[in-house]
């Protein structure tokens, strides 16, 4: 199978798989808290919500908070100034436009590959989870939640978030890389 076949050929397994999620009916509770969810993620407020507790304890929490804040600085530039500009790739027509429209947010004017909000979230959990081991489940499972939500109120194409938790991984491992490397003094 030649590159552009397999390319294309992802493209179209992703397509129906967004589609398959915008037409699966879920209960009023489980859209409004996905689309809150969701909201609450713009600008990385949760991650940073989470930090600024952290960081109200010292050692390891205060190390934590400092280094899953660089991690998102790291996903959110790579994701929207690099990374969206390159792919280009058109947001997702709502399927079948007023099926569920409870679940919607407002749709971006960004291009939709990465998911900069799976980006960041993924990047934290991460980054704070090497550093405080315990935080690890909660907030990569929290992380997990925000990618699918992106999907579920109709923004993003499965792809998008799996593409954006690589560039999340990527930017912790850098951050956290770069810290260790600080910290030893090179």
């Known amino acids: 199978m030649s590159a552009p076949s397999l390319v294309r050929r992802l493209g179209d397994l992703d397509a129906q798989a967004y589609a398959a999620v915008a037409r699966t009916p879920t209960s009023d509770a489980v ?68 099926l569920f429209p409870r679940r919607y947010v407002g749709m971006p004017r960004s ?11 993924v990047a934290f959990a991460v980054a704070v989870g090497k550093v405080v081991p315990a935080a690890a489940a909660p907030l990569g499972a929290l992380a997990a939640v925000v990618g699918y939500s992106r999907v579920h109120t109709g923004v993003h194409y499965p792809g998008d978030v799996a593409g954006g938790a690589v560039l999340g991984v990527g930017s912790a491992a850098l951050v956290l890389v770069a810290g260790r490397r600080i910290r030893e003094g090179m």
């Open 31 to 98: 859209d409004v808290a996905l689309r809150k969810l969701s909201r609450a993620a713009n600008h990385s407020k949760i991650s940073f919500t989470v930090a600024a507790v952290l960081a109200c304890r010292p050692g390891a929490p205060r190390l934590a908070a400092a280094t899953g804040v660089g991690a998102v600085a790291v996903a959110s530039v790579t994701a929207n100034l690099l990374a969206k500009r390159l792919a280009r790739r058109h947001r997702p027509a709502r399927a079948e436009p007023g």
């Open 111 to 121: 291009a939709s590959f990465p998911s900069g909000h799976t980006a960041s979230a």
